[in-house]
């Protein structure tokens, strides 16, 4: 990856987060996303961003995706643009980045925060009041989270959390 810098200094946290990640897949140029089939992740260079802040939220948001990969938590991820699991996910891989950022010590004041938020408000609105459902993302966002820290234990709440599943829609 081309670590060249526009005059921002790189962040630290944020790379040992990275380095945390053990079974990470590739990293390769391109647009941001994040290929399940060949398990890789693209990003353009860090040059291509207006600071270091939204460069390593970005590459959160994609590695939260792909801790989803059967091979690891297993989530939902192969749905298609605009569903309620694609949205879902968003939801997921996006609250997921913004635990990984604050971790990092990445500048919650900055614009990276204001971003996460309109996105994550985004993709919620169209699941109305639905407390329950946000709740069991949220439990999938923190595993996400801890995956990449490399805390890869399963939690006693697995119970808890498909009686949610079960019941969010009452």
Same mark, same amino acid.
């Given at each position: 990856? #081309?670590?060249?810098?526009?005059?921002?200094?790189?962040?630290?946290? @944020?790379?040992?987060?990275? #380095?945390? &990640?053990? +079974?990470?897949? =590739?990293?390769?140029?391109?647009?941001?996303?994040?290929? *399940?089939?060949? +398990?890789?992740?693209?990003?353009?260079?860090?040059?291509?961003?207006?600071? !270091?802040? $939204? &460069?390593? %939220?970005?590459?959160?948001? $994609?590695?939260?995706?792909?801790?989803?990969?059967?091979?690891?938590?297993?989530?939902?991820i192969r749905?298609?643009?605009?569903?309620?699991?694609?949205?879902? =996910?968003?939801?997921? @891989?996006?609250? %997921?980045?913004?635990?990984?950022?604050?971790?990092?010590?990445?500048?919650?004041?900055?614009?990276?925060?204001?971003?996460? @938020?309109?996105?994550? *408000?985004? /993709?919620?609105?169209?699941?109305? $009041?639905? !407390?329950?459902?946000?709740?069991?993302?949220?439990? *999938?966002? *923190?595993?996400?989270?801890? /995956?990449?820290?490399?805390?890869r234990q399963?939690? =006693? #709440?697995?119970? !808890?959390?498909? /009686?949610?599943?079960?019941?969010?829609?009452?």
């Open positions: 990856m #081309d670590t060249e810098t526009k005059g921002f200094d790189p962040i630290i946290g @944020a790379q040992r987060v990275l #380095d945390k &990640y053990e +079974d990470c897949p =590739e990293i390769i140029l391109g647009e941001p996303s994040y290929n *399940q089939e060949l +398990d890789k992740i693209r990003m353009p260079s860090i040059s291509a961003f207006n600071s !270091a802040d $939204e &460069y390593y %939220s970005t590459l959160f948001h $994609e590695l939260s995706h792909s801790t989803g990969h059967r091979k690891r938590l297993n989530r939902n749905s298609h643009y605009g569903s309620d699991s694609y949205a879902e =996910e968003e939801i997921v @891989a996006e609250m %997921s980045a913004s635990f990984l950022s604050g971790i990092a010590g990445i500048d919650v004041y900055s614009k990276t925060i204001d971003n996460s @938020a309109a996105y994550i *408000q985004h /993709w919620c609105s169209r699941f109305g $009041e639905n !407390a329950k459902l946000i709740v069991r993302l949220s439990s *999938q966002a *923190q595993k996400s989270a801890d /995956w990449i820290l490399g805390n399963h939690n =006693e #709440d697995d119970e !808890a959390s498909n /009686w949610i599943r079960g019941n969010e829609n009452e």
